[in-house]
């Protein structure tokens, strides 16, 4: 019962956040100056005329109440003012959205189960050269920004190996061999950071559950080291894990925008930053908006999970 | 042993890393390979390649793959085109794409020996060399225009004036064989329709302004497109004195019955937007505001205050109030609009457009338009032609009624009449065409076809098959894929140059901008920065940059080549305010900065002499560098002692040596970038080097401008005295140098206008034998087709219709010259870009023409087909790990 209320009212609080940040990026993006007008250029009327037509000339928030009612009665985020003149936004969202989530999900598909591995081998075997390998590694490509590692891999498996091709393929026949293997290159550029941060969470939680005392009574009980370690630390510390693999997960849909930009991936990644700097509004207010929904949505899940996770864990119970 | 397992797992842990990074080095590159050579195999017709994994020594590498007989042309962008549609593109991304898949009616064609003449140039001078210009042939039409002036004025004598005999009305014969690629057969009817589709007043196309702006534009289009809206004519452009209006009785006043007003929300281009953005934006510092909210309380819904008596006086407190604007009542009628309500209902028959015949297009044009001007922008007929049927169902409409068109936004929606079709496309990522077989110009063969000056032979145009275009962002994406053959071309990057200057592949494109070094010379703002408190007067000084003499030094104080060689080495050395592609006289191409006006132009303005090179001009001017240190010294010892004279600097120890450093406040809009800083960096070292041995030895400086400029308010900043100096540019036309001009003598463009008045500046001109005595700003104006008054109160006027080229070019030469001894503007580099062509294929000349590039996709020949190139690139690679260029 307090799960219940406690996500009622959790919805109540997002759908206020989600219109707060929407009113707020609304009329910040508006408040950017649209482009001047060149002077003595005869295409000035017509710009000036289709600005009047798309209401630029409204006060803000008149402009904010129709957007507002148009996206809460007909899912309607208008057209495209800038980019993709005419092109229903929403349309063009949807066309941008499979291409980063399929490089994100190959990504996520092998980091974590890698990331974690590694984070349980380097925890069962501490203080060991293999630990001490694995941390140290693990702090190299933390610290290394993703796009160092994409202009590597670049460099080195595409134009020295030619293993892969050096952007993703065109078309959206995702799901080919040569399309895979044109998102290879991206997908490890994406990847070494995701498994260096799982791998030391992952060591972390389960170095210091290995040294629980229940750990020691559980292998008095008779159970092997790998049972204990299956049964009993690995569940405590996924108290930890899985909601990072949530947030991995949210990050899929995010997309890298430098990512994108040297591997040619037509993905939304880049498209909130055009929207911005062609001050296409209504392209920029859909990308906000997706990703604040997913954001809230995001914090809600993950919350959620932990009851689902460790029982002990009551969201919204006072006691 | 225990206790070296933590280092030993370091190092491990290291060699692991450091085996990573070891992978980016040791290439062979730099390495060029002399044996590949621009003659190689022809063969048929082709289809795209595509990489894809192949087995190679027991290894999966990634071997290119081609198909005999495709010839396919790879390029990349950093944004590729999303809308080209013709009736509403806005950006070179588009007229890009387009070029793909339109023609035109009349085409430029090199002038080889198959086309020596045109309708230009009928005759075949002495000294014709092929490949020196350029022809205007008929491509879509059948034949060259025929001038019917005297025939329709006689139908329709409400389109053309009753004194006008040609020029206006032509008649313009259609091949039969035109069709896009969706089947539809285009005739005159066609052409009618997308004017009509274009001019359709509730689409609003971007375009629409093209066919009837321009004084030649389509007689009728501007009244069809705007019939039923109000026409807010913006009085900055138009100039008309409250005197030549007339007043109501309610004191607004009226023009030609049209009601004036003071417009809050209208753009005016003078302003370059809003008045209420503007007062909004600047505010306080340009602005009086105590009345503001009282005038904005005057405006109807629209945002129209009637333009009376009692509001220009408050509008005026606005305006004319704060130095910083620098106004005066004089201004005001510019602030003001007449609005003109336009007829509603009008058909389109009144538009000067029609189709006499299934082959036969009338165009009428608002002026008199022959010759080159005629072909180049007076047809526009690439802008109307549209496929109807494909057309009309992209036209959609959203909540709010605004009308959109998706033509031409994908490959199903971009008929073709070119001669390649969009096969695929996808935003932001690729675009690929294949010929069009549906295009009269693989099948004709009298236009399409030119001699190779190279072999001598005969080839029909477009030996490309296939065009596929990749958006590539980073650079070193796009080098990586030219050097393993992936890519037919790469945009040269400034660390390439030590590798690649000297390529045999390496091409250089000139453009059309001289940047300068924008001096500003508004002493009083000089002064007003030196009174502030926080000035120290006794270790800097301002106002040397208004000394002539110091400004001329800065001229010759830097080498313009090392610049280029050290900082942008795509660009070239500028000499005169018009760059070395700038025609002046399209129909001979002849350019500019090779006639003698121009030459004697830089003679004086370098003070060249001339007898030192036996009086030959050419030789002279060939010299000309523009850097001259011991000048410079002298001028630097000549404008110490101006700036003494006048108080600027002193010399309280008498040594000779300024006692003040000249700060200069260099310009920097948008951001201080890195770019920026070492353009500052290397010409802040060259210019120490300058002054030394002079009395400004250590003593000046530039450094970046505290405030940051947008491209709004940058001018300002020169023309206030706010910023010293800059490197400004103006772009213009290739083919008007004169409308450019105006860019350098109007009030309202010139940086220089708080300094140098072009109105009241006369010049003394010797045309034909007479005297002619204009302001500097009057023989700009007249030289640009507006009929002035001379000293004499004889009416003059230069313009395309009135005047021949050499007359033309004489008063180009002499403004240009005046402009130059301002120095305010000091030519310092001219734009360009340099690109390494692919050994796939090569251009048919080397040198290049700013009509013609060097021939384009149209003239391109190829050395392989995409199967042997794929063949030559692998082996290469295999040998070299990439292509040697």
């Not at chain 1, 009329?27 to 250029?41: C, E, Q, S, T």
């Not at chain 1, 598909?109 to 974690?116: A, C, K, M």
Request: glycine letters at 8%; hydrophobic letters at 40%.
């Amino acid at each position: 019962m307090y799960m219940v209320k406690y996500t009622i009212q959790r919805l109540v609080y997002m759908l206020m956040v989600f219109l707060i940040i929407t009113l707020m990026c609304f009329v910040l993006i508006r408040m950017l100056p649209l482009p001047a007008l060149p002077p003595n250029d005869p295409h000035t009327e017509i710009i000036a005329l289709r600005r009047e037509a798309l209401g630029y000339n409204k006060p803000y928030l008149e402009q904010f109440w129709i957007f507002i009612k148009n996206v809460f009665t007909g899912f309607n985020w208008g057209v495209s003012e800038q980019l993709y003149i005419g092109r229903q936004v929403w349309d063009v969202f949807l066309e941008k959205l499979p291409a980063t989530m399929i490089v994100n999900l190959y990504s996520i598909l092998w980091t974590i189960p890698i990331g974690i591995g590694l984070g349980i081998l380097a925890a069962l075997m501490k203080n060991t050269w293999v630990d001490y390998t694995i941390s140290t590694l693990t702090m190299v490509v933390i610290s290394v920004p993703s796009f160092v590692y994409a202009f590597l891999i670049q460099y080195i498996f595409c134009f020295k190996l030619r293993w892969f091709p050096f952007v993703m393929n065109g078309g959206t026949d995702y799901f080919t061999w040569s399309m895979f293997l044109s998102m290879i290159p991206a997908v490890l550029s994406l990847s070494f950071g995701v498994i260096a941060g799982f791998c030391r969470t992952t060591r972390a939680e389960l170095t210091e559950v290995l040294t629980s005392e229940f750990m020691l009574l559980a292998r008095t009980k008779g159970l092997t080291k790998a049972q204990a370690t299956v049964r009993h630390a690995l569940r405590n510390c996924f108290v930890v894990i899985v909601p990072g693999i949530f947030g991995e997960f949210i990050g899929i849909l995010g997309g890298s925008l430098i990512i994108e930009r040297i591997f040619s991936i037509p993905g939304v990644g880049a498209l909130t930053l055009n929207a911005i700097n062609a001050r296409d509004y209504n392209v920029f207010m859909l990308s906000t908006c997706f990703y604040t929904a997913i954001g809230l949505m995001a914090g809600l899940v993950v919350d959620i999970s932990y009851g689902f996770i460790d029982p002990r864990i009551r969201m919204g119970s006072k006691k | 042993m225990k206790k070296f397992r933590k280092p030993l797992a370091l190092l491990l842990a290291l060699a692991m890393t450091l085996a990573l990074l070891a992978g980016c080095g040791g290439s062979n590159n730099g390495q060029t390979d002399d044996s590949q050579t621009n003659n190689g195999s022809q063969t048929n017709n082709g289809q795209t390649d595509d990489t894809t994994p192949a087995d190679e020594g027991g290894e999966e590498v990634e071997q290119l793959t081609g198909e005999s007989g495709k010839y396919t042309y790879r390029s990349y962008t950093g944004t590729i085109a999303v809308n080209w549609n013709p009736h509403d593109y806005e950006d070179n991304t588009a007229s890009d794409t387009m070029s793909y898949i339109i023609d035109s009616l009349y085409a430029f064609n090199f002038d080889d020996e198959l086309h020596p003449t045109d309708v230009l140039n009928p005759e075949v001078d002495d000294d014709y060399e092929p490949y020196g210009g350029y022809v205007i042939l008929p491509a879509m039409a059948a034949d060259y225009p025929t001038d019917i002036t005297e025939q329709v004025k006689a139908e329709h004598p409400e389109w053309i004036p009753a004194d006008a005999t040609e020029g206006y009305a032509w008649s313009i014969p259609l091949r039969e064989d035109l069709y896009f690629d969706t089947g539809y057969h285009i005739t005159a009817e066609t052409y009618v329709e997308g004017a009509k589709r274009l001019l359709d007043p509730k689409m609003q196309n971007y375009r629409s302004t093209d066919v009837y702006a321009n004084p030649w534009g389509i007689v009728g289009a501007e009244a069809y497109f705007k019939q039923g809206s109000t026409n807010y004519h913006d009085n900055g452009d138009e100039g008309i004195a409250f005197a030549d209006m007339t007043k109501a009785d309610d004191g607004q006043y009226f023009y030609n019955d049209m009601p004036v007003y003071i417009p809050l929300d209208v753009e005016m281009t003078w302003l370059g937007g809003t008045l209420r953005d503007t007062v909004d934006s600047y505010g306080a510092d340009y602005f009086v505001l105590d009345h503001w909210e009282e005038l904005v309380a005057l405006a109807d819904e629209e945002g129209l205050i009637p333009c009376t008596d009692d509001n220009l006086a408050l509008l005026a407190t606005v305006t004319t109030g704060n130095p910083a604007w620098g106004e005066t009542e004089a201004d005001l009628p510019n602030y003001v609009v007449y609005a003109e309500q336009m007829p509603d209902g009008i058909d389109f028959s009144t538009v000067g457009i029609y189709a006499a015949d299934e082959y036969t297009l009338v165009e009428v044009l608002g002026a008199s338009r022959t010759g080159f001007s005629l072909y180049y922008s007076g047809i526009q007929d690439t802008l109307l032609l549209v496929e109807p049927d494909v057309y009309d169902s992209c036209i959609k409409q959203d909540e709010a009624g605004n009308y959109y068109s998706t033509y031409c936004t994908s490959a199903e929606t971009s008929p073709s009449y070119g001669p390649y079709s969009m096969t695929e496309y996808q935003t932001e990522k690729m675009m690929h065409f294949s010929k069009n077989d549906k295009w009269y110009g693989y099948t004709e063969d009298t236009y399409h076809v030119y001699k190779d000056p190279t072999d001598g032979q005969t080839y029909h145009m477009y030996q490309t098959t296939d065009v596929d275009i990749q958006q590539i962002s980073e650079m070193t994406t796009a080098k990586q894929m030219f050097l393993t053959g992936q890519l037919s071309d790469y945009s040269m990057q400034p660390d390439d140059y030590d590798q690649y200057g000297f390529s045999d592949y390496l091409y250089a494109s000139p453009g059309a901008t001289v940047f300068f070094f924008l001096l500003t010379g508004d002493l009083d703002g000089l002064q007003t920065r030196e009174a502030a408190a926080d000035f120290d007067q006794a270790a800097y000084d301002l106002e040397t940059i208004a000394v002539p003499s110091f400004r001329q030094a800065i001229g010759v104080s830097f080498d313009k080549q090392a610049y280029c060689d050290d900082v942008a080495p795509s660009y070239t050395p500028g000499y005169g305010i018009f760059g070395d592609t700038i025609i002046v006289d399209p129909a001979s191409c002849t350019f500019y900065r090779d006639t003698p006006q121009a030459k004697q132009v830089l003679a004086d303005f370098y003070s060249v002499d001339l007898a030192s090179y036996n009086n030959d001009l050419d030789a002279a001017v060939d010299a000309i560098t523009g850097y001259d240190p011991d000048t410079a010294k002298e001028l630097y010892a000549q404008a110490f002692q101006d700036a003494l004279d006048a108080g600027y600097i002193t010399d309280t120890d008498g040594d000779g040596i300024c006692d003040q450093t000249i700060n200069i406040e260099w310009g920097v809009v948008g951001s201080l970038s890195d770019a920026r800083q070492k353009q500052i960096a290397w010409l802040n070292d060259h210019w120490l080097e300058a002054v030394k041995g002079t009395p400004f030895e250590g003593k000046v400086g530039i450094v970046a401008s505290k405030t940051i400029w947008d491209n709004a308010t940058w001018a300002d900043g020169i023309k206030s005295g706010q910023i010293d100096m800059m490197l400004a540019g103006w772009s213009g036309s290739t083919m008007d140098p004169y409308g450019l001009l105006q860019a350098y003598t109007w009030p309202s463009y010139s940086y220089a206008v708080n300094w140098y008045d072009t109105t009241k500046d006369m010049m003394t001109l010797n045309l034909n034998g007479e005297d002619i005595t204009l302001s500097v700003y009057d023989w700009a104006e007249a030289v640009n087709g507006t009929i002035v008054t001379d000293t004499n109160g004889v009416n003059r006027v230069f313009g395309e219709n009135e005047s021949d080229p050499e007359t033309r070019t004489t008063i180009l030469a002499a403004v240009e010259g005046k402009i130059l001894q301002t120095y305010t503007y000091l030519p310092f580099i001219n734009d360009g870009s340099k690109a390494l062509l692919s050994q796939q294929m090569y251009y048919v000349v080397d040198d290049y023409n700013p009509v013609m590039a060097r021939g384009g996709i149209q003239y391109m020949r190829y050395n392989y087909d995409d199967a042997q190139w794929a063949d030559y690139v692998n082996e290469q690679v295999a040998e070299h790990g990439m292509l040697q260029y």
